[in-house]
């Protein structure tokens, strides 16, 4: 098992990573002993992991909530449905929520946590690859709105986050691509030895190579808990995780959500940043071929389903990155390096969209 | 004017207290310069305060959101208005959200800035003298779940509190008293010198006497900052300010929200808290008499209505104030010395309510 801690002084938790996580008796005990727990989960999880899961809170009373699956299903309405368990079960602020599954799950029982009594415990037990290298760490909690992603929540940090390895062996293949587009997105903006071994390694990846995936997820928790650390709530650098988030957001609205894999939509979104940042010089088109290639590898989409240029200009224009009026944008330098950038000229952007999504 | 400060380092914030605030030009515009403002406010106030709000709002660019009036749509549906109003204006996360109204716009205006966009500004005007000397200060928001008041929200504050008292002359009497009963609550959880100044003015009080209103709303506030200061998120003292709320909480429940205003339940709440010292031994029943005849002055209620005392019980054990299962009391040991109390005997408790409820 390695720990990869997340600094938050007082705040500060520990990331476990490893193989067999979900067996290992005793290692939540520190976060739950003597407190009412309610398990988050959704329906195509709690088949496989909740029993496990079961074993490791052991004496503790405790409830569970099956949610639906599905990024639709990420909203207030379903929201309220782990609400309506802590009233039934009368759980007090002393309680403790666990969210088991990936990154809805997740996102939802952390805003339910960070909302019932104005703020309770919670531990992550992500079992995507996806929510063990980026959504379960970090403390950004959140549920979508029709009008768009994640546009309510809270930063509330865990407790804990127990990363199990093992979960990924049933992962769906798309699923695991998903996750990996966000790693490639920590090597675009912070580490190019991180995306040089990503190119060394796509195949072992795709087929799940054990010590792989664990060193892909140790880097890519410990770049992210470095950035937190730094900037907790999102004033500064921490904005620059959102590399190919502007666009893939737009994507996932645009092609309705569920449609498109969150990951896949950072993935298009990245390789859409990459080519702007082309456009203004920054980079060369040979870089961005090496990013296409490596996504090719890694199973995952390079470019948008087809769609309407003004309406995803529209949807870009409603994320959480725009300010004062201006959309926000990070692209790259270099590979390894990323800057937030406003003062691009806009019209190039809708040039951009206009090439790209047709 | 008079401003009470509430310090929270880096965090501090203005209260506004004075006559004919809402038309001083230029008081809001350190606040909102430059920025995107969403006005909540609720039928009844809209009429009345909207326009001089907007005259201060000058050329900043800002929309209204009018919820329904009254405590039944301080709920989740109704919260998604001002999300929906938010996205239709595609306001980013450096707009301001303002407060226009009595508690229930407070508490969901505040809510609602809290969880946009993970946090944005807001600012508190409060119309009714229970959100001045209480619900606008200190950033407690919140939304009622169907199973308990205030059970999802955050803890938010505002930028700053603008009380103008001239909105007291439209308020209606029963809401005139239902603030006053917060007033009390601040003497005898705090402030014997207070009670006592309340008892000599209490004919003042109830005919709007402008400067006796203005030094309640001062002191209220000057307590209130003090404790909020000293216990941002209710972990120690701050628990004291809930005199009279675990046993009220539960009274609004029973009779169904909407029915017992707010402050009518925290009086017959506090006089229940206060016969419960007494039994307790804690203070005397010429103590409880003097409580009573005080909040009798104030047209206040000193005793519930008829409820089933079991119902009521299971209510009380609902609230946000229940530690490890056990319901956490605010009991007085004088007039003006509040504790917080968990180990009396329950049994006391539930004769007491089967006394106090028929």
């Known amino acids: 098992m390695i720990t990869v801690t997340v600094d938050l002084k007082q705040r500060s938790y520990p990331i476990f990573i490893g193989s067999g996580l979900l067996n290992q008796p ?46 639709h299903h990420k909203n207030l309405t ?54 063990q290298v980026d959504s379960a760490v970090g403390g950004k909690t959140a549920v979508n709105h029709a009008g768009g992603k994640n546009l309510i ?31 490639v997105k920590y090597g675009l903006i912070k580490d190019a030895a991180l995306f040089e071994w990503l190119e060394s390694v796509a195949g072992k990846l795709i087929n799940r190579d054990s010590p792989s995936l664990g060193h892909a997820i140790k880097r890519s928790c410990e770049i992210k808990a470095a950035v937190v650390a730094a900037d907790e709530h999102e004033r ?33 979104g990245s390789v859409m940043a990459a080519t702007f940042s082309m456009r203004l010089g920054w980079i060369s088109e040979a870089d961005v071929e090496r990013i296409k290639d490596l996504l090719v590898r890694l199973a995952l989409p390079t470019q ?30 270099a590979i390894g390096d990323a800057e937030l950038v406003t003062n691009y000229p806009g019209d190039q952007l809708l040039q951009l969209l206009r090439e790209q999504l047709n």
Chains 1, 2 share one sequence.
Not at 93 to 119: I, N, P, T, Y
Not at 242 to 263: D, K, S
């Open 236 to 268: 500064g650098q921490r904005t620059l995780l959102n590399m190919g988030h502007t666009f893939g957001h737009a994507i996932e609205r645009c092609a309705g959500y569920g449609t498109v894999l969150h990951g896949e939509a950072v993935a298009a």
């Open 153 to 183: 929540g809270a930063f509330h940090q865990p407790l804990c986050v127990l990363a199990d390895t093992d979960t990924l062996r049933t992962l769906p293949e798309r699923e695991l691509s998903a996750g990996l587009a966000e790693v």
């Open 26 to 71: 005793g290692l939540l005990d520190p976060y739950i002993e003597g407190r009412d727990v309610l398990v988050v989960t959704s329906e195509s999880i709690a088949p496989l992991y909740l029993e496990p899961l079961q074993q490791m809170l052991g004496q503790s009373r405790h409830s569970v909530v099956v949610l639906p699956d599905g990024e």
């Open 304 to 333: 948008p389903p087809g769609m309407d240029a003004e309406e995803f200009y529209s949807a870009m224009s409603l994320d959480k990155k725009v300010a004062a009026g201006q959309i926000r944008l990070v692209l790259l330098r």
């Open 78 to 131: 379903t929201l309220n449905l782990i609400f309506d368990e802590l009233v039934a079960q009368r759980f007090g602020r002393d309680c403790v929520l666990v969210a088991l599954g990936g990154g809805v799950v997740g996102d939802m029982c952390g805003f339910a946590a960070a909302s019932w009594q104005r703020g309770v415990d919670f531990i992550q037990v992500p079992t995507t690859l996806l929510a």
